[in-house]
């Protein structure tokens, strides 16, 4: 199925889930290929479909790759790494410190879950599982934002590490609003699109706060 | 026979027609109610009545009830329904935010700009976007007030996320549930011209807590006399909303019950804000260079209210 990856659709028309085409000369042996092939095979596809989602979240173009083949492995492993990273911060003994790792996947998800009924519920025409995968590929930025900040921070913890890291948060929380409003814009009324980009922002602004505000004991 | 008919048929082509010349002329319909409040909506429109009725709100609870009514039809179960709360365009949107900062002496709030199209989404990410600039502030704050301090270890006192979200929502939907149930009980036992929905109660207040949007970012700077001044600021501002919205609704009633009911509305209204003032943000040292104010002044706030 790797050439449908260049098929392009109009952008109004809401899809959702797997493309599969019926090709009527197949016999019915091959239909139960994917059974039958090595488990690399499989592993690699959904690795190499993650993978090509990763690249368009790093040069957002007007592409629907994103939309059309969701999946939510990438957000995951994106949100996963963001938590363990944010582990290890100052944990007094009020334990006032970070985020918890549970915290940081509650934030998220439930985060990206209330963005995406938002933009429903304001008429969009997304479908739901599309919307979480969006939100969730683009917080990439962010997470490399929060790898690098570990490195600086590996190197000392004065005043001009913070600008650095203040400068690469901020450009990278930029990088990931303007990305998934590239993707989700189009796909909500244009009266509305304020309403609708504002809680993404708000919500990569949150994420960015976190990675700031790491400090590590 | 067959030319009475012929005459009937006449007659009620030329009702229909003299109807849509004119839709605004009030006609008797015996059985049709959804006429009713598109008559009702169109007399409401002529600009001369819209002064006299915005703070006495006549005839505007039959109105609101039947459009209510009217608008959502889906039932609750299904997705539609809750579409409705969110009927709203980015202007307005803005227009509530505006009407909510700068409010207009003698305008009421929920007649000048919800107009039976109450949404949700105000009131919702107004207390989201309230809740992390309360905490960010807070924790700012506390930054630069501890700052250059050898044994201070900046913290990012995540755990305050969570008690600030709590309040703030506790904040916006309790007490506009209870102060509906609360109107719609004198509601029984004294006839309010003026009546407001669940609905319109918490878009009320959840745009009148915008101003504290940006009162929470300057209260980063340590000075007590500005904390203060902008708690009042604030504080006039968005109560001045509120006691606008409630005043007629209330005003029917026992004198004391209503001045009672529009009190402790000011009175919640001041507890959130000092609340979180004393909560989120440390006091500034008294060793920063600001005249300190005796702290009765802040219960003097408390008692002018009523």
Redesign the interface.
């Given at each position: 199925f790797a050439g449908l990856a260049d098929v392009s659709i109009s952008e109004d028309i809401p899809v959702e889930g797997e493309i599969t085409v019926p090709v009527g000369s197949r016999s019915p042996d091959e239909d139960y290929s994917t059974l039958d092939e090595p488990v690399r095979d499989t592993i690699m596809r959904d690795l190499k479909a993650v993978g090509k989602k990763f690249v368009h979240v790093m040069y957002p173009k007007k592409s629907s790759a994103l939309l059309r083949d969701w999946d939510l492995w990438g957000p995951l492993v994106l949100c996963v790494s963001l938590a363990l990273m944010l582990q290890g911060?100052?944990a007094?003994s009020k334990?006032?410190?970070?985020?918890?790792f549970a915290?940081v996947f509650v934030i998220i998800w439930f985060g990206a879950v209330v963005i995406t009924l938002?933009s429903?519920?304001?008429?969009g025409t997304i479908s739901f599982f599309q919307s979480l995968c969006v939100l969730g590929y683009c917080i990439l930025p962010l997470t490399v934002a929060m790898l690098v900040c570990r490195l600086v921070l590996l190197a000392g913890s004065g005043t001009v590490s913070f600008i650095i890291r203040l400068i690469v948060v901020v450009a990278m929380f930029g990088w990931s609003t303007l990305a998934s409003t590239a993707f989700l814009a189009d796909s909500q009324p244009p009266?509305?699109?304020?309403?609708v980009v504002?809680?993404i922002f708000?919500f990569y602004?949150?994420i960015s706060?976190?990675i700031l505000?790491?400090?590590p004991q | 026979i067959a030319s009475l008919v012929m005459y009937l048929f006449a007659e009620f082509d030329d009702a229909a027609n003299l109807l849509a010349a004119n839709p605004d002329a009030t006609t008797i319909s015996i059985d049709e109610p959804s006429e009713i409040p598109k008559n009702q909506h169109g007399r409401l429109q002529e600009p001369g009545r819209e002064e006299d009725d915005e703070l006495l709100g006549t005839d505007d609870s039959d109105k609101t009830e039947l459009l209510a009514g009217q608008k959502k039809s889906a039932p609750f179960w299904t997705f539609e329904y809750y579409q409705t709360f969110f009927d709203v365009d980015t202007y307005q949107v803005l227009d509530r935010i505006k009407g909510s900062v700068f409010p207009v002496p003698g305008k009421n709030f929920v007649r000048l700009y919800i107009r039976s199209n109450p949404d949700l989404y105000g009131p919702f990410w107004i207390c989201a976007t309230l809740v992390f600039t309360i905490a960010v502030s807070g924790n700012l704050s506390n930054f630069f007030i501890h700052l250059g301090k050898p044994t201070y270890h900046y913290v990012p006192e995540f755990r305050k996320v969570s008690i600030a979200a709590t309040t703030i929502y506790a904040y916006a939907w309790l007490v506009p549930l209870a102060l509906w149930g609360f109107l719609m009980w004198r509601n029984s036992k004294v006839m309010n011209i003026v009546s407001y929905s669940f609905l319109e109660i918490v878009c009320v207040y959840g745009y009148s807590l915008f101003i504290y949007i940006p009162t929470a970012i300057l209260w980063i700077i340590p000075q007590k006399v500005v904390r203060w001044v902008l708690v009042m600021f604030s504080l006039c501002l968005s109560g001045s909303v509120l006691v606008m919205t409630f005043w007629p609704a209330v005003r029917d009633d026992n004198r004391r019950i209503a001045l009672a009911t529009v009190g402790t509305i000011v009175l919640l209204h001041a507890l959130l804000s000092v609340g979180c003032l004393a909560y989120f943000f440390d006091a500034p040292e008294l060793d920063f260079p600001a005249p300190v104010i005796p702290v009765h002044n802040g219960t003097t706030v408390i008692t002018k209210s009523r």
């Open positions: 911060g100052s007094d334990d006032d410190g970070g985020p918890q915290e938002n429903k519920l304001l008429g009266n509305r699109k304020a309403l504002y809680p708000l602004f949150v706060w976190m505000t790491f400090t | -």
